[in-house]
Nanobody, 114 residues
């Protein structure tokens, strides 16, 4: 199984920015779609964004225009650049590699608060 390690979370004020990273343990990463999910307290985990091996990107409606997903296959890393952050973006963010079974990272906390 592929191990995924996220980093980059933290506390940021509303309107601020953060960049999350997720690095995979194996180069097989490059042939799979990567996704970011998030889970807020008391809520179900929800899909945020995804990027195919060829670089096609998709976003959940509430983050369109504010979040950007990208990948660097040579570094086995996917990124989530988050801008114009809102308190409702507060959650634990997880990366997901669409292997079978899927691979998940341990999560990184993002807190948007003044």
């Amino acid at each position: 199984q592929v191990q995924l390690v996220e980093s980059g979370g933290g506390l940021v004020q509303p309107g601020g920015s953060l960049r999350l990273s997720c690095t995979a343990s194996k180069s097989i990463f490059s042939i799979y779609t990567m996704d970011w999910y998030r889970q807020a307290p008391g809520k179900q985990r929800e899909w945020v964004a995804g990027i195919t091996p060829g670089g096609i990107k998709n976003y959940e409606d509430s983050v369109k225009g504010r979040f950007t997903i990208s990948r660097d296959n040579a570094k086995k890393t996917v990124y989530l650049q988050m801008s114009s952050l809102k308190p409702e973006d507060t959650a634990v963010y997880y990366c997901n590699l669409e292997t079978n079974p899927p691979s998940w990272g341990q999560g990184t906390q993002v807190t948007v608060s003044s």
